[in-house]
């Protein structure tokens, strides 16, 4: 759920910024619009700046009033509709292209009524130049007149009122972004706990309406597409587990048999020595069959968890100790048979007084599986090295050998399975570390091989 509310903060935040980096974009691009609207005389053709030109190139000329060329060239560039100019009695002493229904003589009321207002719908801008009032008629399609006062009470409050407005904006976007962001996780809600739930492989039953309907309905589907293929996995599993269980408890019968007779044959004064050392191989040979039945069965069990484990406090030096003489012991199986086999213990002191919390017994298997790798893929016989320490919380026994090592091709094959090569002894070792939160590692020689190092948890 803190991932799904996660989306969902940065969903409301990002809206919220692009809302706010919308609203301030057009205020500020308004304000840059109405300020250059204002300045920019330059570009317009009316500006206050033309008019006060047109006036700069009238002048008098044996008592009348006269304008230049480049005026005449002014007044057509602004596009001027027509224009006059009065002088101090309100009498028109100069005109341009002035309509002939035009009065010649305004008095001071007609002036104060077309400079606010228009003229004979004109509307008009006015100028004051030199002893003359310059009366310019604009286009009536183009331009339009509008003049108003404003109480300065009104024009003071402008900055509250924006603050005001700012304010309100504020609010309003906060409250539609909490809005949408709250409908936008009760949406999701369902569908965050159904995911959850789908990783535990749980069965989902979501309603399948609203904004997300479509997809809770995806994830029941695919919920219900899960559920079958765990019932047929658990189902093929069991059978698998079954299977194996029956065919073990076939085989040792015979095998008991076979141990049996063997044993009997070996200890037999009347037979010869090479019957009684046969009796021997086929005694030891049987005890192996056992230990890789016992191995089937285990790593079958715990690859389905149908294993529990039998954790105690237990000592790991003493349980390497136990399987080193194991190994030795003939009574129970002991597999270093040749001469020219031995196995050394280098144990830290710093572990001799450990206690760990594991099951000593899988434990035992795990190490015993080890070894014995060795010493059966040595027949002309090697020294075998166990050392037992401690590093960054984790108990490592590490086994060496002074033969040929793990081939490559067994590590490289570890998660599968081929004819040529039979690796159920390390997988085993593998799934017993994991099982108590370590794992089986693997170190290279220099000679491409590889020893082999079982870890745990110090405190798993």
């Not at 500006?47 to 230049?68: F, K, M, N, P, V």
Request: hydrophobic share 40%.
């Amino acid at each position: 759920m803190k991932s799904l509310l996660k989306i969902i903060f940065r969903y409301s935040v990002t809206a919220g910024v692009i809302i706010f980096a919308m609203l301030i974009f057009n205020v500020a691009a308004f304000m840059y619009w109405g300020y250059r609207t204002i300045k920019s005389d330059t570009n317009a053709k009316f500006s206050r700046g033309a008019i006060e030109e047109i006036g700069q190139e009238l002048y008098q000329e044996d008592g009348r009033w006269e304008i230049t060329g480049s005026g005449i060239e002014k007044m057509k560039n602004m596009e001027c509709q027509w224009v006059m100019a009065l002088d101090d009695q309100g009498r028109v002493v100069w005109d341009w292209q002035l309509p002939e229904d035009f009065a010649l003589s305004y008095s001071l009321k007609d002036v104060a009524v077309f400079t606010r207002w228009y003229l004979h719908d004109y509307p008009v801008a006015v100028w004051q130049s030199g002893d003359l009032l310059l009366v310019v008629g604009l286009d009536k399609e183009t331009y339009m007149r509008f003049s108003e006062l404003f109480p300065r009470s009104n024009v003071d409050g402008i900055p509250a009122y924006l603050r005001l407005a700012f304010t309100v904006n504020t609010v309003l976007i906060l409250f539609f972004v909490l809005l949408l962001g709250y409908r936008f996780y009760k949406a999701l809600k369902p569908i965050g706990k159904g995911i959850e739930k789908l990783s535990r492989q749980e069965p989902l039953h979501l309603k399948e309406k609203g904004m997300a309907g479509d997809l809770a309905g995806q994830l029941n589907r695919s919920s219900s597409v899960l559920q079958k293929q765990k019932e047929m996995l658990s189902r093929r599993d069991q059978a698998r587990t079954e299977w194996i269980a029956g065919v073990s408890h076939d085989i040792r019968t015979p095998l008991a048999l076979i141990l049996g007779y063997s044993d009997k044959l070996k200890k037999e004064e009347n037979l010869s020595g090479d019957a009684k050392k046969s009796a021997e191989i086929i005694c030891r040979q049987s005890l192996i069959i056992s230990q890789l039945i016992d191995d089937l069965n285990l790593t079958s069990k715990l690859a389905y968890q149908a294993q529990p484990l039998k954790k105690s406090l237990c000592s790991p030096a003493q349980i390497l100790r136990e399987c080193a003489a194991d190994m030795y012991n003939e009574e129970t199986g002991g597999e270093v048979a040749e001469e020219n086999t031995d196995i050394e213990l280098i144990i830290d002191p710093e572990t001799e007084k450990t206690k760990i919390t594991a099951d000593a017994g899988l434990l035992k298997r795990a190490l015993r599986n080890l070894i014995g790798n060795s010493v059966r893929h040595n027949p002309g016989g090697c020294r075998v090295t166990v050392r037992l320490y401690i590093k960054e919380k984790q108990i490592i026994w590490e086994v060496r050998d002074s033969g040929k090592g793990i081939p490559e091709a067994v590590v490289e094959n570890m998660d599968s399975q081929t004819e040529k090569i039979h690796i159920m002894g390390l997988r085993l070792v593998r799934q017993i570390a994991k099982a108590h939160g370590g794992d089986l590692v693997f170190c290279r020689r220099e000679t491409g091989c590889y020893d082999a190092e079982m870890v745990i948890l110090l405190y798993g």
